[in-house]
């Protein structure tokens, strides 16, 4: 199965989401992301976190949805929507859910408010991925419906 963590820039969460799935990810499953408008770099905070909570940063890049390298089978939009940030929409033919996430990217104050607000995006994407990692894959896969909805139910969990 192919997961697509996807959002307008694709430098913080969605990147911090692909990154995530992948170091907890069962065998056949794997996580990509994209944004619909790619700033074109991976924000340094979000590589720096990932690092300190030993998960691998090679090779994750910021980039557009037009350069997916496979076809996702799920699509998880990660924006704030309720921010007032445009949330992208992937047209082709996916399971689709919303874990919206507030940007780091655009937190302000001291370098520690920071820091904490790219923490508790990390945190709440972390807490939803081993939500939906400890549900029963195998047969929900075979089940679109049963899956769309434990999705949609993670999408309320927080850190």
């Known amino acids: 199965m192919n997961v697509l963590f996807l959002c307008t820039g694709n430098s913080c969460r969605s990147i911090l989401g692909e990154a995530t799935f992948n170091h907890l990810a069962p065998e056949g ?4 992301s994209a944004g619909s408008r790619p700033t074109g770099q991976v924000h340094p905070r ?48 996916v399971l689709r859910t919303h874990w919206g996430v507030e940007d780091p990217a655009h ?3 001291t370098d520690e408010e920071i820091d904490a607000a790219f923490m508790t995006a990390y ?3 972390r ?12 047969e929900l896969q075979q089940d679109k419906a049963a899956l769309k909805a434990e999705m949609d139910k993670i999408a309320t969990l927080t850190a």
């Open 123 to 125: 945190r709440i994407l």
């Open 46 to 93: 979000s590589l720096a976190l990932l690092a300190r909570e030993g998960i691998s940063t090679e090779g994750y890049c910021s980039k557009s949805w037009d350069a997916l390298p496979a076809t996702p089978d799920i699509v998880i939009t990660v924006c704030a929507s309720a921010a007032g940030e445009t949330c992208p929409a992937y047209l082709g033919p």
């Open 29 to 32: 499953w794997h996580a990509m």
């Open 127 to 138: 807490a939803r991925i081993e939500a939906l990692l400890a549900l029963p894959l195998a």
């Open 107 to 109: 937190a302000t104050g």
